[in-house]
């Protein structure tokens, strides 16, 4: 009965290097949402996907980022051509259904840049 | 655009005191509202939720509480407890999505 499953915990990258966070939904979970905390803030939303599909991508930056959810395997969110803005906590989450309220999160992926 | 907002960025209370957060919201659509805590380095853990056709929803020591006409919602905790000491986000949903508020840090004190 495994939770939500967020690998790596940690990244260390370089400015220009490019970034990819994994994450593995509850069992039974087909809706993934990617949501990051910069530091001394709350969570932004950034993107909701389900399997396949991007539903609401409308808190990702324009340009470098990009998230996917394919039929089979995790979810990435990938980041290009990192920037020191970047250093955040990526969290992932999942729940059952549209309607069901609550959300399940990981324990995050934390990204430093150098 | 902060639709939802949490203006205590932090809450000193006594152990077993009543510890209120409080959370306050600008969109009428968000169908359900929902309390997470927060230990630094781990992921937000649900706590409690409400849906916004009821008015109180309880569970335990928790009980959270909806203003709709004010658009503001609440938290208790009473007893409080030093393991309550955490940042709590309120988050409300609309469309699957979670908007979540700022954050408050709790410390209990024993």
């Known amino acids: 009965n495994a939770g939500v499953m967020q690998n790596p915990r940690h990244l260390v990258r370089r400015r220009g290097q490019e970034a990819r966070l994994r994450c593995s939904p509850m069992k039974g979970h087909s809706h993934v949402y990617w949501y990051r905390q910069l530091p001394e803030e709350g969570l932004k939303f950034m993107v909701y996907l389900q399997k396949e599909n991007i539903i609401d991508e409308s808190g990702m930056p324009k340009e470098r980022f990009s998230a996917e959810f394919p039929k089979e395997g995790p979810s990435i969110l990938r980041i290009q051509q990192v920037v020191r803005g970047d250093s955040a906590a990526y969290f992932c989450?999942?729940?059952?259904?549209?309607?069901?309220?609550?959300?399940?999160f990981g324990e995050g992926s934390r990204l430093t840049v150098l | 655009d902060q639709q939802v907002k949490q203006n205590s960025p932090s809450l000193s209370v006594q152990e077993g005191r009543i510890s209120i957060l409080n959370c306050d919201y600008t969109?009428?659509?968000?169908?359900?509202f929902l309390w997470y805590k927060k230990y630094p380095a781990e992921g937000p853990t649900f706590l409690i939720s409400i849906s916004s056709i009821k008015d109180k929803n309880e569970d335990g020591r928790f009980t959270v509480f909806l203003n709709k006409s004010a658009k503001h919602l609440s938290l208790h905790i009473v007893p409080s407890q030093p393991g309550d000491s955490a940042v709590y986000f309120c988050?409300?949903?609309?469309?699957?999505?979670?908007?979540f508020g700022q954050g408050t840090i709790l410390t209990v004190h024993p």
């Open positions: 988050a409300a949903q609309s469309y699957g999505k979670l908007t």
């Open positions: 969109n009428s659509m968000f169908d359900y």
């Open positions: 989450a999942s729940s059952p259904s549209l309607a069901s309220g609550e959300l399940f």
